[in-house]
């Protein structure tokens, strides 16, 4: 999976701090199913007022990280199972 040529199928953010769900389908010789991964990013902005982002997390940012990472589960949970009834 190459993140920088794919778009996330969803997205999970409190304030700055961002998950992206990554899908990836996997063979499975007869069958497909998809995969699930998640990465993190906390958003700012530089000296010149420009958006960045980094997945460096400071001791502030660990309670809202937890609560995104939370959200971020439950969601994969849901996509996994809807994957699942469709089959």
């Given at each position: 999976?190459?993140?920088?040529?794919?778009?996330?199928?969803?997205?999970?953010?409190?304030?700055?701090?961002?998950?992206?769900?990554?899908?990836?389908?996997?063979?499975?010789?007869?069958?497909?199913?998809?995969m699930y991964s998640?990465?993190?990013?906390?958003?700012?902005?530089?000296?010149?007022?420009?958006?960045?982002?980094?997945?460096?997390?400071?001791?502030?940012?660990?309670?809202?990280?937890?609560?995104?990472?939370?959200?971020?589960?439950?969601?994969?949970?849901?996509?996994?199972?809807?994957?699942?009834?469709?089959?």
């Amino acid at each position: 999976m190459n993140n920088n040529t794919t778009k996330p199928v969803e997205e999970v953010r409190i304030g700055a701090v961002k998950a992206a769900i990554w899908k990836n389908v996997v063979d499975m010789g007869n069958s497909s199913r998809p995969m699930y991964s998640v990465t993190f990013q906390r958003l700012y902005r530089d000296s010149e007022n420009a958006w960045k982002s980094t997945e460096s997390f400071g001791r502030d940012d660990l309670l809202v990280l937890a609560k995104v990472a939370e959200r971020a589960f439950m969601r994969v949970h849901e996509l996994h199972q809807a994957g699942q009834g469709s089959d």
